[in-house]
């Protein structure tokens, strides 16, 4: 089964609310969201990823278990959780497990619920869940065009410090672009280590193999800045683990965002700010993975400058 842990921010447009307990407090937060428990919440940048997930349990009956597993993990009251429960409902989500933790750390909750991903919209959330084994990201608030008759889950994955490890990008950052290129060409059928997502780009493989032959409905790409010279050692990897990621785009340092938007991406997964921000202005929702070169340039704020990344 695939586990997925997500926030109630990451699952629906909550910046209006959010904005009242940044300003007035916890009280304040908690009466607006119970006076306010019947409107539902706009989608959030998760909301698609969730809802095609939850489509691959066609049955909840005992002897046909689930393929995916989805549970809300936030740092809300239970109190302000009633409206985001309601909005649960209200697109008739499967989602039956939830943890409102008022504030309290979530990681411990994740690893206790055996989470394979965790979305949500704390970069120290994110970090102390990466730096315990569970791929995770900081989703970019905000409300994303949603078609619900689409029901093709798609994927873009960045390469180094997201799929794989962040040791190209040390080498291109110590070294420098022409460095870069010159060994990884000369270790091209070298596979790389795995990075924070593998673990959950495998499961997702796992759950497209668990579907019959003819359903297609679960696409992936490798979205890289690396250029064609240096595009062997990361498909070789793939390679090695037995499978291939689907679309594989070679960007050479082009923004990201037109290309995941052609892909129509539910998300794109990437360790740089820069990339998220283009996705994002192309409508394509973006998860910040904090990881890769000690966890500096990975965690630039999304709006600031960062150099450019290998990955």
């Given at each position: 089964m695939l586990t997925v842990a997500v926030s109630s921010r990451s699952l629906f447009n909550m910046e209006g609310a959010n904005a009242i307990f940044e300003s007035q407090g916890q009280k304040a937060f908690d009466e607006h969201m119970l006076q306010t428990e019947h409107l539902p919440l706009p989608p959030g940048p998760a909301f698609a990823l969730v809802r095609k997930l939850l489509q691959f349990n066609t049955t909840r009956m005992p002897e046909k278990p689930d393929r995916v597993e989805v549970v809300l993990l936030s740092r809300n009251s239970a109190c302000a959780g009633v409206r985001v429960m309601n909005s649960v409902a209200h697109y008739g989500l499967t989602v039956e497990q939830a943890v409102f933790t008022?504030?309290?750390?979530?990681?411990?909750?994740?690893?206790?619920?055996?989470?394979?991903?965790f979305l949500c919209a704390h970069a120290s959330d994110?970090?102390?869940?990466?730096?315990?084994?569970?791929?995770?990201?900081?989703?970019?608030?905000?409300?994303?065009?949603?078609d619900m008759a689409d029901t093709t889950l798609r994927i873009a994955f960045d390469g180094d410090?997201?799929?794989?490890?962040d040791e190209a990008d040390e080498l291109f950052r110590e070294h420098g672009l022409e460095r870069f290129r010159l060994d990884e060409q000369r270790d091209a059928k070298k596979p790389l280590g795995d990075g924070p997502f593998k673990r959950f780009f495998v499961k997702l493989r796992e759950l497209q193999a668990s579907l019959p032959?003819?359903?297609?409905?679960?696409?992936?790409?490798?979205?890289?800045?690396?250029?064609?010279?240096?595009?062997?050692?990361?498909?070789?990897?793939?390679?090695?683990?037995?499978?291939?990621?689907?679309?594989?785009?070679?960007?050479?340092?082009?923004?990201?965002?037109?290309?995941?938007?052609?892909?129509?991406a539910?998300?794109?997964?990437?360790?740089?700010?820069?990339?998220?921000?283009?996705?994002?202005?192309?409508?394509?929702?973006?998860?910040l993975v904090?990881?890769?070169?000690?966890?500096?340039?990975?965690q630039t704020p999304v709006g600031a400058s960062a150099p450019a990344l290998a990955s």
């Amino acid at each position: 089964m695939l586990t997925v842990a997500v926030s109630s921010r990451s699952l629906f447009n909550m910046e209006g609310a959010n904005a009242i307990f940044e300003s007035q407090g916890q009280k304040a937060f908690d009466e607006h969201m119970l006076q306010t428990e019947h409107l539902p919440l706009p989608p959030g940048p998760a909301f698609a990823l969730v809802r095609k997930l939850l489509q691959f349990n066609t049955t909840r009956m005992p002897e046909k278990p689930d393929r995916v597993e989805v549970v809300l993990l936030s740092r809300n009251s239970a109190c302000a959780g009633v409206r985001v429960m309601n909005s649960v409902a209200h697109y008739g989500l499967t989602v039956e497990q939830a943890v409102f933790t008022k504030g309290d750390d979530r990681f411990n909750y994740a690893a206790a619920l055996g989470a394979d991903l965790f979305l949500c919209a704390h970069a120290s959330d994110a970090k102390k869940a990466l730096d315990n084994g569970i791929a995770a990201a900081t989703l970019m608030p905000g409300t994303y065009a949603q078609d619900m008759a689409d029901t093709t889950l798609r994927i873009a994955f960045d390469g180094d410090s997201v799929l794989f490890s962040d040791e190209a990008d040390e080498l291109f950052r110590e070294h420098g672009l022409e460095r870069f290129r010159l060994d990884e060409q000369r270790d091209a059928k070298k596979p790389l280590g795995d990075g924070p997502f593998k673990r959950f780009f495998v499961k997702l493989r796992e759950l497209q193999a668990s579907l019959p032959a003819n359903d297609n409905r679960i696409r992936t790409a490798l979205v890289t800045a690396r250029g064609g010279a240096s595009s062997g050692r990361p498909i070789n990897t793939l390679l090695s683990w037995g499978m291939d990621v689907g679309v594989a785009i070679f960007a050479d340092g082009r923004p990201k965002g037109p290309l995941v938007r052609a892909f129509r991406a539910d998300m794109l997964f990437d360790d740089t700010g820069r990339n998220c921000e283009s996705a994002s202005a192309h409508d394509i929702p973006a998860g910040l993975v904090p990881f890769g070169a000690g966890g500096i340039v990975a965690q630039t704020p999304v709006g600031a400058s960062a150099p450019a990344l290998a990955s």
